[in-house]
Structures are given as structure tokens and as C-alpha cells.
């Protein structure tokens, strides 16, 4: 559960054990001001609840409502259990199931996104509402955890609610387990004929050209962007005429600073690089909680390439297409980087 | 003339070729006698009991214009010698009736039976094929092996023979309530095994919708190489949900090594090239199948559906069951939560009063 939901679902709890019900305003209290704002118009309930805390006026309507609220609930996730369990659901080509993502990655990956990483969105308005849109960002933070926050920035902010169809490197979908994750939640591997096809379906497509440099590199080379291939992602959005929206992502090099790169132990598994954060190897698994950076992820104006749909083979101009892409995120992260003097601030 | 027609998809093309009137002859060509089953429809066939190598005569003597070629075994079967055997018809079958049909003078249609495992499998695949993706790895099934080396022959006989139409047909695995394939043995099993960490997406075509692409491509010209299978995806996990059967997922090499078992011990016949389909899935683009054929097959949830209906008898759990557990649950906690208000009321009224 969300933690709206659990704030909206307050109310009845405080109803159930009457003595309770002083707790919560105590928390709102506490927080800071514009969380206390956002919480007063999200849950209306407690504020008449305050003056009235004794009276038992409110209470025969109250519980009535709230038995609905749990009632629907639990109708509605064993619902979601057996359409699960029947197999009563549907997923397209590339394997995406969009009921699945929507009820249990996407909740989950929104604690992150909010309250964990305090993620700030500008310029979402430069997505277009329909038709294929190319997203190309900057990679970090050695667990690409920048592709999936900006795939639940796009689900939350947008306001058509749009899915980012994400390009993986075949590693990803090399490992059981984590390729049917990433296949399930939308992503394919960074081919042409995938992104092509993603493309022309009107899909948004997100792609990190500095692959594994980029979420590779180590905490000293933070913010410099590393080099972006060859660019086969502006042919593949020239063949198709889709416009190329720069996103730069500021934050995820500080989840995971990675202080240096054991090649040799790397090699040995058959991954690109072993990371040594300040928590990683040393903590085991707890060294996988991600640092409580703050985040900022913005979206730069769309770049148009439907006129520039005979040029897919051109290697110049795809070459200048893809600096300018780059350069442009570059610039970017450097103003969005003057926005947050302070990687761990509030 | 129709090769394999002792078989269950040959069997049918040969009869519903023979039942059409624009067709004068309809010869069947198999090594083997035709089962009790399927001798009833072949009835208007004219067959001759041959194999490949002395066919190959046959054939000029008959003077044939179309040649269906549906000889292809899908699976070793042990009892009629197993890989080798396989082998033998699959590649060296063909090779043999493609060298036969090139000195055929007469001959001007070679529909030739493939299958999606051309595309082989690896983890680089693009999520769809096209008619025009190459394999990137070499398959480590032995089907796909064949498959492989009957397209490269067809390759050659469209260079040498350029005036015959040849039509080759990439058909996913076949599915209906009767057919008995692998897959549907497969599907049929109360426990199914899967591979852990993996959930192919698969997609199938409906024996009927197969029957009437290979009438057409007889009857119409459609030279070319074409998907054929049914719109639409199920991952593994999905059919065996739908199919009310209980998945046991193991791992990649233990699922080899029980099946290597159980081929030997002559259960289940699960090969390398199930194994490769259930870890890499394949999905193809049927577009221009639909627009060469102007036919459109049913859905893969459709052809599953209808393999369903005939193979209820197993299933565990069932979209009723489910429902009805569902049902179940909701009553039992509402039931519960309607107690526990109740004596919360009247804790509630009795501190009150």
C-alpha cells in the first residue's frame, strides 16, 4: 500500500479503537509545511474528526463507508489473485503486462520514487500526449535504477499516465528471473528492430545510450557523460520520425557511489564491472539499499526528425544529431546540479 | 502430390486437397502405410508407398505441377529409430525431393512445411521476428538444426529453379483439440514442468488456420517465405495457468537432465528445442502473411482456448475452482468482519451506558 492510501485509510482505523485516534495529528504536526498542506486536502476526515474527537455524532455514517472502502479492497485484490492465478490477463508482443506493472511494480517503485528519493519532475509538458516519442537519458548509479524512477515519473506526471517501453542490454535478459521482470514491466533489448517497432506503434521508448560506461563509472566522474556509441538510437528514431526528448537525470550517481571497479572479480562473473560502494561488499545485502539522494529529473524539449527521415544511413548527420542530444543533457545536468546544491538535501 | 501423408497434417492437406474441384490428382507420397485414423480420409488419394530416393523417379514420371512437401518430423520419435531416423527424413528427405523437383520439367509450385524455429534462439533476438531476421545463433535443438538446413536447400532450389514458385511456411507450434504434438502432451500434464526464472512468450497457430494457409498456397501464388501463426502472445506462465495445470518450475540444467532422463526411460519427449523455446520464447510478425493471404488466423488465446476444450480432463486448477475459492474467501472475511464489529459495538455500547 501507497502511503497516500494508508494516510486515506487513517480515518477508519482511528474509528476502530477510538483511543487512537489522537496519534496521527500529533505526526502531522511535526512534519514540515508543504507535507502538512498536501496531507489536509488529500484526507479530510481527520480535521473534522479533531474538534469532535469525543462526540459520537460522526460516528454511524463513518464506519459505513469505511467497511465499503475494505470491502472493495479485499473484493478487488482477490479479483487480482485469481485473474493472476487463471492466467486471465493479457500481455503484447514484447512480453509487457501492463496490469501487473500497474498493481504491483509501480506501487512499489513509487515508496522509492517519493519518499525515499524525493524525485522532482520539470518539463514534463515537453512529452507529447500521443504518438512514439525516443527518451534519451543519462545513465548512472551502477543498478540502473535512473531507467525504472524515470519510467514511474512518466506514469505519475504525465498527464495521459504514459508507460516508458525501456531498451535493455542483453545481460539483462541473459539472467533468469530479471529478464522476465524487465520483459513484464515493458522493456526489450536495444535492437533495431524492437525500437523500430516501439517506435512506429506510437510508443514511448526510453533508451540510456552510455550503457554500461555510464553506470559504470566510478563517484569521481559523476555528471560527465560518457560516450554515446554510435548512435543507433537517432537512426532508429530517424527511420521512424520520432522526436528525440533529452531527459537528464540528476541524483542517481548518489545512490550507489562507487568508489572503485574490481575488474578482475568482474571478469571472473562475467559482468562489466564489480562495484565497491561506501555499504556494498562490506554491508552484504544491505549494501543494496540505495542512498537517500535527492532527485531531479528533467525533460528537455522534443527534437524533431521527421524531416530528416532519408538521413537514417547518413553518418553525419546522425553523428551531429546524437552530440547535440548529448550536449544538450550535458548543459542540462549542469543547471539542474546549480538547482540542488546539496546531493542528500531536502 | 503431397509428401507425408501418413502423418496427421499431411493426412488432412492431402484430403482437403483432393476434395477440391480445381485439383484433377492429388498423389501421396510416405515411406509408410497411412495409420487405421487417417486411412479414411485419404480415400480420393492415389498413394504410393516410397521414400525420398526412389520418389525422386516418381516424381518426374508423374509429371506434377505442385509439390507439397510436409515430411518434416517435429520430434525423435523411439520407436521408428529415433534421431538418426529424424535426421534421415528430415534433411536428407528433403534433399532428395528438392534435387527430384528441380529435374521435375512440369513441376511450378514447391510449398515447402518450416517452422518459427528457423530463427533460432538467442538472448540478442529482437522480441518479434520478421520474414527477413537471420538466426544469430545456431539452434541447439536438433529440429531446429533441420530446419535450418531444409531452408538453406530451399535457397538453392529457388537460385537454380527461378521459375517455380517456392512458398515456405514458418508455421509456430501447432495446437487444435485433436492434434497430438509434443506441445499439447506438453500442456496436458497435470504437473508441468517449466525452466525457473524464464517465461517464454509463445505463440501458436490453430491446425485448421495451417490447413487452410497450405490449401491456399496451392491453390493461389504466394512464392515467398511467410510467418504463420496465430495474433497475439501467451507467456508459458499464462498457458499453463489457462491450461488449470500447476507449473514446477527447475532449473535450466536440471530441466534438461530430467528430460535427457525421461526421453531415455521413453516419457515425455521434452527435447533441447522445447527447452529452447520455454527459455527464449519467439513471437513473429504475421503482417505479411495476412496481406499475401488475405486471411487471417485465429488468435493464439484462441487456438489455446480451443486446445483447452479438448484436453479438460487433468486440470487442477480451473478458472471455476478459482472463482468459487475466490467467493469463498470474500464470504468467510466478510463473515469475520461482520462478527468482529459486532462485538466491537457492543464493547462499544457497553462502555456507553
Redesign the interface.
Known amino acids: 500500500m501507497s502511503q497516500e492510501e494508508r494516510r486515506r485509510a487513517l480515518p477508519g482505523h482511528s474509528d476502530?479503537t477510538?483511543p487512537a485516534a489522537a496519534a496521527p495529528k500529533a505526526v502531522n504536526g511535526r512534519r514540515p509545511v508543504p507535507r502538512a498542506g498536501r496531507r489536509t486536502q488529500a484526507a479530510d476526515a481527520p480535521v473534522p474528526d479533531a474538534p469532535t474527537s469525543d462526540a459520537?455524532a460522526p460516528e454511524p455514517e463513518q464506519?459505513a463507508d469505511v467497511?465499503d472502502v475494505?470491502?472493495q479492497r479485499?473484493?478487488g485484490a482477490?479479483?487480482f489473485?485469481?485473474r493472476?492465478?487463471?492466467?486471465?490477463?493479457?500481455?503484447?508482443?514484447?512480453?509487457f503486462?501492463p496490469e501487473l506493472t500497474d498493481s504491483v511494480f509501480y506501487p512499489m517503485l513509487r515508496v522509492l520514487y517519493r519518499d525515499w528519493f524525493r524525485t522532482e519532475v520539470y518539463g514534463i509538458e515537453n512529452v507529447p500526449d500521443t504518438g512514439g516519442g525516443l527518451l534519451v537519458g543519462n545513465h548512472s548509479g551502477t543498478l540502473a535504477l535512473d531507467a525504472v524512477m524515470l519510467s514511474v515519473a512518466l506514469r505519475d506526471r504525465h498527464p495521459q499516465d504514459r508507460y516508458l517501453r525501456l531498451l535493455g542490454a542483453?545481460l539483462v535478459?541473459?539472467?533468469?528471473?530479471?529478464?522476465?521482470l524487465a520483459?513484464?514491466a515493458g522493456a526489450?533489448?536495444a535492437?533495431?528492430?524492437?525500437a523500430e517497432?516501439l517506435m512506429s506503434a506510437g510508443e514511448l521508448v526510453g533508451v540510456f545510450p552510455e550503457g554500461f560506461k555510464g553506470i559504470g563509472k566510478r563517484y569521481a566522474d559523476r555528471y560527465k557523460l560518457q560516450r554515446f556509441g554510435r548512435g543507433g538510437f537517432v537512426s532508429a528514431a530517424l527511420r521512424t520520425g520520432t522526436p528525440i526528448i533529452p531527459v537528464a537525470i540528476v541524483g542517481a550517481e548518489e545512490v550507489y557511489p562507487m568508489l572503485a571497479d574490481l575488474k578482475p572479480l568482474a571478469r571472473l562473473l562475467g559482468v562489466p564491472y564489480f562495484p565497491v560502494t561506501p555499504t556494498f561488499p562490506w554491508l552484504g545485502p544491505l549494501g543494496l539499499v540505495p542512498l537517500p539522494s535527492k532527485w531531479l529529473i528533467q525533460f528537455c524539449p522534443p527534437i524533431p526528425t521527421a524531416h530528416l527521415t532519408e538521413f537514417a544511413d547518413d553518418p553525419m548527420v546522425v553523428y551531429n544529431l546524437s552530440d547535440q542530444v548529448r550536449e544538450t543533457i550535458q548543459a542540462t545536468l549542469h543547471t539542474l546540479l546549480e538547482k540542488r546544491p546539496d546531493p542528500f538535501g531536502p | 502430390m503431397v509428401t507425408g501423408v501418413s502423418r496427421f497434417l499431411g493426412a488432412r492437406v492431402a484430403a482437403r486437397l483432393a476434395a477440391d474441384p480445381r485439383i484433377e490428382r492429388v498423389i501421396g507420397l510416405d515411406p509408410n502405410e497411412p495409420p487405421a485414423g487417417l486411412a479414411g480420409l485419404l480415400d480420393d488419394v492415389e498413394l504410393i508407398r516410397a521414400d525420398a530416393r526412389a520418389a525422386s523417379g516418381a516424381i518426374a514420371d508423374l509429371g506434377a505441377e505442385a509439390m507439397v512437401h510436409l515430411a518434416v518430423t517435429s520430434a525423435p520419435d523411439p520407436h521408428a529409430g529415433g534421431r538418426a531416423a529424424m535426421k534421415e527424413q528430415n534433411v536428407i528427405g528433403t534433399m532428395q525431393l528438392i534435387a527430384a523437383a528441380q529435374a521435375a520439367p512440369k513441376l511450378r509450385k514447391l510449398v515447402i512445411r518450416s517452422s518459427t524455429a528457423a530463427y533460432g534462439a538467442s538472448?540478442?533476438?529482437?522480441?518479434?521476428f520478421?520474414e527477413e531476421?537471420e538466426p544469430r545463433a545456431v539452434p541447439r535443438g536438433s529440429f531446429a538444426r533441420d530446419i535450418l538446413d531444409i531452408e538453406g536447400y530451399v535457397r538453392g532450389f529457388r537460385r537454380r529453379r527461378p521459375g517455380v514458385d517456392a512458398t515456405v511456411l514458418r508455421f509456430a507450434p501447432f495446437l487444435s483439440s485433436t492434434a497430438d504434438t509434443t506441445l499439447t502432451r506438453y500442456f496436458s500434464q497435470p504437473l508441468v514442468p517449466t525452466?525457473?526464472?524464464?517465461?517464454a512468450?509463445l505463440q501458436f497457430v490453430h491446425v485448421d488456420d495451417a490447413l487452410e494457409i497450405l490449401h491456399r498456397s496451392v491453390i493461389e501464388d504466394h512464392p515467398g517465405t511467410f510467418n504463420v501463426a496465430g495474433a497475439?502472445?501467451?507467456?508459458l506462465?499464462?498457458?499453463?495457468?489457462?491450461a488449470g495445470r500447476i507449473s514446477v518450475p527447475l532449473l535450466?540444467g536440471t530441466l534438461s537432465s530430467v528430460a535427457a532422463v525421461a526421453r531415455t526411460v521413453g516419457i515425455g519427449q521434452i527435447g533441447l528445442d522445447q527447452i529452447d523455446l520455454f527459455v527464449h520464447?519467439r513471437?513473429v510478425d504475421t503482417t505479411r502473411l495476412v496481406r499475401e493471404f488475405g486471411f487471417t488466423p485465429r488468435t493464439t488465446a484462441e487456438a489455446f482456448e480451443d486446445f483447452m476444450q479438448g484436453h479438460r480432463a487433468g486440470s487442477t486448477?480451473?478458472?471455476d475452482r478459482?472463482?468459487a475459492?475466490?467467493q469463498a474467501?470474500?464470504d468467510g472475511?466478510?463473515r469475520v468482519?461482520a462478527a468482529a464489529?459486532q462485538t466491537?459495538d457492543t464493547a462499544?455500547g457497553g462502555d456507553?451506558s
Not at chain 2, 232 to 235: D, K, N
Request: aromatic share 8%; net charge positive; hydrophobic share 45%.
Open positions: 476502530f477510538l459520537p464506519p467497511v475494505w470491502d479485499i473484493a482477490l479479483a489473485l485469481r493472476r492465478l487463471a492466467g486471465a490477463y493479457e500481455i503484447d508482443d514484447f512480453g503486462d542483453d535478459f541473459r539472467m533468469p528471473m530479471l529478464s522476465e520483459r513484464k526489450t533489448v535492437c533495431h528492430p524492437d517497432r | 538472448f540478442k533476438d529482437p522480441a518479434v520478421t531476421t525452466v525457473w526464472g524464464r517465461d512468450r497475439g502472445v501467451l507467456s506462465s499464462q498457458a499453463v495457468r489457462r535450466e520464447g513471437v486448477l480451473t478458472a478459482l472463482a475459492a475466490e474467501i470474500l472475511i466478510r468482519r464489529e466491537a462499544v456507553r
